[in-house]
């Protein structure tokens, strides 16, 4: 075993740790000492988002010492930051194993430093927790979760006092002073107990209200109250949360799916416990059928993704992908405040650099500014604290199945968008309609856009770096020419530089560095390279677009955009 290895693993044989992890160390030496290197061949990273990571003992596992390392070195932080200021955080998790342990971990962390503890007594949605932040006057938050990971990862988001996740120059620093605690007894583990407080119902009743006050036609849904929805928690925390939401805006006919209505971290019905996925998504499919329902939502395991399946044209059930729930979800609350009269001058929307083209468009046609932002929701909230006093925020969203919907939550909040979609479901179905009908009007309007994205994935101590050397070589060697169609720019995120490769003209991008690379092509097709800051894997986002004169040619030109993403993928010999 590498000697550097071995150093970590005795440090931690001799140092202040339980027995039962020593116990765990001591079995993996004598059987599995591959398991061994590669839960202590590096530090879990604290990223810029926090921690996420498979459990276990080890210095790259998600464990007690780990979540406790990284919370001292977040308080070590905000003392700096704040100095003799009273500092308050609150704390949530999902329903994953051992979350409520590693928040409790974390409250006892905060609390021994001197800070004053809100923490939720159950699980609770990652979006609520925002809320409570910025609502109860908070200076952070951490949420326990890893999303939608699989089961055997768990994970800790960091946020800030206006409820976003870290952004510069906090990100850094506070990764900075996690980097800074090389032991465990640099933390302090416990004291203070009585600075924790138990948030709970009116926490839940004050986040519920706000989202009510997004609704734009509630007279809508008064008359199409009886709307048949078909809700599934996922084995998380939406439902602790969606079915009141549901029933504060007025709906009386929602169906949980029972069997993913109970909280479990071992996500028994699904693989992966995430709604953009079929599998996961099939038994809420099932159930949608078999009622006839009007729409189908599920959350992951913290709430803030949200799935939609709907009704086809052909009158089969089909998910929406997340690009055509952000354009809906876009599209209604532009057009529907519009037509309420409530739409102002400054009304703004938020995008992200991988998100469908087809968002800037509904923007652009509707004289309302659309700005985009690098991948994820801090950005987003990054922008709306920018733009604060000169523009009104009104919805912003990602490829990835989030939405962030007004200006009191600043994460992805899947609770605020099972409603809001749920009430789009009502306004269409007042006119005949369903929302994949809506869907293919929205394509003859703006123009008919199609994405998908695939990820590859490397693991083990080499994955990072062959995901490296891929996007070193996409740099090194940028294509001339991608499925026929002539590379006609190259948008370089991570350099902030885009060229024209006709021209060749260059231009700064104007936003934070990102590794992420652009290919947009002379037909209009835009292929992104972005590896994931999460996950030991690369994601392909491809997008591509056409004219639908009619409802009548929309199998064909629905046909021929696959087609196109195919020979794209093909032609840059990339397999998922």
Not at 72 to 90: D, I
Not at 455 to 477: C, L, P, V
Not at 547 to 557: A, P
């Amino acid at each position: 075993m590498d000697a550097a290895i071995l150093d970590k693993v005795n440090q931690w044989l001799q140092g202040n740790y339980d027995e039962e992890t020593k116990a765990a160390i001591r079995k993996m030496q004598a059987e599995n000492e591959q398991e061994l290197s590669e839960s202590f061949y590096q530090n879990l990273e604290f990223g810029t988002g926090g921690l996420r990571g498979i459990m276990g003992v080890g210095t790259n596992r998600m464990n007690r010492y780990t979540v406790g390392m990284a919370t001292q070195g977040f308080a070590n932080y905000l003392k700096k930051v704040y100095g003799e200021e009273e500092v308050k955080v609150a704390i949530s998790h999902d329903s994953r194993n051992n979350s409520r342990f590693f928040a409790e971990t974390v409250a006892n962390v905060f609390a021994a430093n001197g800070f004053k503890v809100l923490l939720f007594e159950s699980l609770r949605p990652t979006p609520e927790l925002s809320f409570a932040i910025r609502k109860l006057g908070c200076k952070a938050g951490v949420m326990c979760t890893a999303s939608h990971n699989p089961k055997e990862y768990n994970g800790y988001k960091a946020y800030w006092e206006d409820g976003s996740q870290l952004v510069p120059p906090h990100d850094k620093n506070v990764i900075k002073e996690v980097d800074a605690i090389a032991n465990v007894d640099d933390v302090k583990w416990s004291g203070n107990e009585a600075n924790i407080s138990l948030l709970g119902k009116e926490t839940d009743d004050a986040y519920i209200e706000m989202v009510k006050g997004l609704s734009v036609y509630p007279e809508v849904i008064a008359k199409q109250k009886d709307l048949k929805i078909v809700y599934t928690p996922i084995h998380g925390t939406g439902i602790m949360l969606v079915p009141k939401t549901l029933e504060a805006f007025g709906f009386t006919n929602v169906h949980v799916v029972e069997e993913q209505a109970t909280p479990d971290g071992n996500f028994p019905t699904v693989v992966y416990p995430n709604p953009e996925e079929k599998e996961t998504m099939s038994i809420g499919l099932q159930k949608a059928k078999e009622l006839d329902a009007d729409i189908l939502c599920g959350t992951d395991p913290d709430a803030d993704r949200v799935g939609v399946g709907v009704k086809n044209h052909k009158g089969e059930w089909v998910l929406m992908n997340g690009n055509q729930t952000a354009v809906l979800a876009f599209a209604y609350m532009i057009e529907a405040r519009k037509s309420k009269g409530i739409a102002k001058p400054n009304d703004m929307i938020v995008s992200t650099i991988v998100t469908t083209e087809m968002v800037n468009q509904v923007a652009k046609l509707n004289d309302v500014n659309c700005y985009n932002v690098l991948t994820g929701f801090k950005w987003i909230a990054d922008l709306i604290r920018e733009k604060e006093g000169e523009e009104n925020y009104i919805v912003g969203g990602e490829e990835s199945f989030g939405l962030m919907i007004g200006n009191d939550v600043r994460d992805k909040d899947a609770v605020s968008a099972v409603a809001i979609l749920c009430e789009m479901a009502a306004y269409e179905k007042e006119q005949g309609k369903t929302l994949f009908d809506k869907m293919i009007e929205l394509y003859i309007k703006y123009g008919f856009y199609y994405e998908t994205l695939i990820s590859i994935t490397k693991k083990g101590m080499n994955g990072q770096k062959e995901i490296a050397d891929m996007m070193e070589a996409y740099r090194k060697n940028p294509p001339t020419e991608i499925n026929g169609s002539k590379v006609m720019e190259l948008i370089d995120y991570e350099k902030q530089i885009g060229k024209d490769f006709e021209s060749g003209d260059s231009w700064e991008t104007g936003l934070p560095k990102s590794n992420v690379l652009q290919f947009i092509t002379e037909d209009g097709s835009k292929i992104s390279a972005r590896p994931s800051g999460t996950e030991p894997k690369i994601k392909f986002y491809f997008s591509v677009k056409t004219k639908l004169k009619s409802k009548e040619e929309f199998d064909v030109k629905f046909a021929e955009l696959e087609k196109k993403i195919e020979g794209i993928i093909e032609s840059m010999h990339l397999k998922s």
